[in-house]
T-cell receptor, first 111, second 114 residues
Framework: QKEVEQNSGPLSVPEGAIASLNCTYS??????FFWYRQYSGKSPELIMS????GDKEDGRFTAQLNKASQYVSLLIRDSQPSDSATYLC???????????FGTGTRLAVRP | DAGVTQSPTHLIKTRGQQVTLRCSPK?????VSWYQQALGQGPQFIFQ???????QRGNFPDRFSGHQFPNYSSELNVNALLLGDSALYLC?????????????FGAGTRLSVL
């Protein structure tokens, strides 16, 4: 079982729709969770970080964390073609710890 | 404010050769982590440097070594290159002693081993 699992996709949504990306993790010791966006051929860019159960909103992005069920999700509202990228979910056990990544979910927003 | 910078951008080597990749952390950051990202995969942790010491290490062979300098910049060295070492090598920097430190990535070095 991989430590962080994501559906590789592609997830295809129409422009303006809500894109829902999911991630599960196996290590209950994980404390910090991150969503990175990676355009093809580029490096990962931090979108959201979340540390406590519940929702965290930042603009069109909402991260959700449920430690009891060991899942993290990212909602993108009003999806735009520029959101088309691979979204990487990552976890860490503590501050300063290494990041453990999933394989990423490819999102395609069609005009 | 300069972000994380990596050099070179691209590199082509042949099997058996050695390579050195370089990273300068974001201004004010003191911790550097290196990751390897194969095509279609998520980044895999290689090692992390703090106060010029290797603090954590992932599941990579001893052919992978590194160094951190007093100015917090870092190098990744790979000896006896294999075809399977072809990947995007990412450097990430962060600031120690914060409650939740975020790792910021550089643009990466794409290594091709022929």
């Amino acid at each position: 079982q991989k430590e962080v699992e994501q559906n590789s996709g592609p997830l295809s949504v129409p422009e303006g729709a809500i894109a829902s990306l999911n991630c599960t993790y196996s290590d209950r010791g994980s404390q910090s969770f991150f969503w990175y966006r990676q355009y093809s051929g580029k490096s990962p860019e931090l979108i959201m970080s979340i540390y406590s159960n519940g929702d965290k909103e930042d603009g069109r992005f909402t991260a959700q964390l449920n430690k009891a069920s060991q899942y993290v999700s990212l909602l993108i509202r009003d999806s735009q073609p520029s959101d088309s990228a691979t979204y990487l979910c990552a976890s860490a056990k503590s501050s300063g710890d290494k990041l453990t990544f999933g394989t990423g979910t490819r999102l395609a927003v069609r005009p | 404010d300069a972000g994380v910078t990596q050099s070179p951008t691209h590199l082509i080597k042949t099997r058996g050769q050695q390579v050195t990749l370089r990273c300068s952390p974001k201004s004010g950051h003191d911790t550097v982590s290196w990751y390897q990202q194969a095509l279609g995969q998520g980044p895999q942790f290689i090692f992390q440097y703090y106060e010029e010491e290797e603090r954590q290490r992932g599941n990579f062979p001893d052919r992978f070594s590194g160094h951190q300098f007093p100015n917090y910049s870092s190098e990744l060295n790979v000896n006896a290159l294999l075809l399977g070492d072809s990947a995007l090598y990412l450097c990430a920097s962060s600031l120690e002693n914060r409650d939740y430190d975020i790792q910021y990535f550089g643009a990466g070095t794409r290594l091709s081993v022929l």
